[in-house]
């Protein structure tokens, strides 16, 4: 059964920092990983999306990474800013499945 | 805007009451999604539906139906609502199974049931 786990569970940082959010998955067999921000009490929004094949992606100020055979993905966020502050949930899809499976997120607060 | 569209926002039922929640995505998606999210569980998923005409349950399917309306359309229906049931729901929508370009999810619509 995949697991996906996220650490820090929070993390509180300076403005302008650079910093990395980790994304662990249990079964490599994967089809990709979706990169995902909340808001307190709003839905979920897009970042990036990696394919299986593919190492990374770039949006902006943002970096993901995937090693598929290690389990793992980060997520790089450079010269952190108060409005980066918000929970950020990574997924996976599974080869054989529709459904994303989610990690339990990683809140971040970005003071000022 | 482009996108999925969940309502209502809120809603509080009465234990033993029915609802059924609305979702429309004008993204021409094959595949729509419910997915349910509590704290300290994450989001699961409850049903989803590959493309028009089929349905499929997910994780926890329990107390829930469901109906792809049409392609744009995914309704969730709560037949007799528990307090078991409160919790924030969300739709989200993708093509082709989410191969391309992942998944979209709405806003979400928080129910409570007192």
């Known amino acids: 059964k995949q697991e996906v786990t996220q650490i820090p569970a929070a993390l509180s940082v300076p403005e302008g920092e650079n910093l990395v959010l980790n994304c662990s998955f249990t079964?490599?067999?994967?089809?990709?990983l979706q990169w995902f921000r909340q808001d307190p009490g709003k839905g979920l929004t897009s970042l990036l999306l990696?394919?299986?094949?593919?190492r990374e992606q770039t949006s902006g100020r943002l970096n993901a990474s995937l090693d598929k055979s290690s389990g793992r993905s980060t997520l790089y966020i450079a010269a952190s800013q108060p409005g980066d502050s918000a929970t950020y949930l990574c997924?996976?899809?599974?080869?054989?499945?529709?459904?994303?499976?989610f990690g339990s997120g990683t809140r971040l607060l970005v003071r000022p | 805007n482009a996108g999925v569209t969940q309502t209502p926002k809120f809603q509080v039922l009465k234990t033993g009451q029915s609802m059924t929640l609305q979702c429309a995505q004008d993204?021409?998606?094959?595949?729509m999604y419910w997915y349910r999210q509590d704290p300290g569980m994450g989001l699961r998923l409850i049903y989803y539906?590959?493309?028009?005409?089929?349905?499929d349950k997910g994780e926890v399917p329990n107390g829930y139906n469901v109906s792809r309306l049409n392609k744009r359309e995914f309704s969730l229906r709560l037949e007799s609502a528990a307090p078991s049931q409160t919790s924030v729901y969300f739709c989200?929508?993708?093509?082709?199974?989410?191969?391309?370009?992942?998944?979209?999810f709405g806003s979400g619509t928080r129910l409570t049931v007192v």
């Open positions: 989200a929508s993708s093509d082709s199974q989410g191969f391309l370009f992942g998944y979209t």
């Open positions: 079964d490599s067999a994967i089809y990709n």
């Open positions: 990696i394919q299986s094949s593919q």
């Open positions: 997924a996976v899809r599974m080869d054989s499945s529709y459904k994303l499976i």
């Open positions: 993204m021409n998606h094959n595949s």
């Open positions: 539906s590959a493309s028009e005409g089929t349905t």
